[in-house]
């Protein structure tokens, strides 16, 4: 049986793992142009093939939270946000009502934000003092 030394291991492991990754030059990239040509068929009243429209997109508390959550971090910092888990969750006539909660006797504000189950837009973001 033949022994393969260190370096071949190496040299063999390199050619396999580019061989089996995938090279960015060989993704199909549409542009900018069709970009805004999508937005415009979005927000025309033309009939559109394939476009999901259900009830409800948003379906439940976690999915919610995961939405929510990004928007909150990028505008009122992670470590604020997170120290006012566990949020405060309803949902109520297709719309997510979502807070943060203090610690009992702790006196400041915390976020609110709604957003709307259907689309994923969001009414209102604010947070107290």
Known sequence: MRKIGLLQCLILFMSLSTACGQDKNERTVLGKS??????ELALSERP???????????????????????ILFS????????NQRPYEVHFIEHYWVISGTLPEGMLGGTFLIIIDSRNSEILKLTHGK
């Open 75 to 82: 505008v009122y910092g992670e470590d604020n946000i997170i």
């Open 34 to 39: 069709t970009a805004e040509k999508e937005l």
């Open 48 to 70: 559109q093939h394939n476009v999901i429209s259900q009830s409800t997109i948003i379906k439940d508390n976690s999915t919610a939270i995961k939405v929510a959550e990004p």
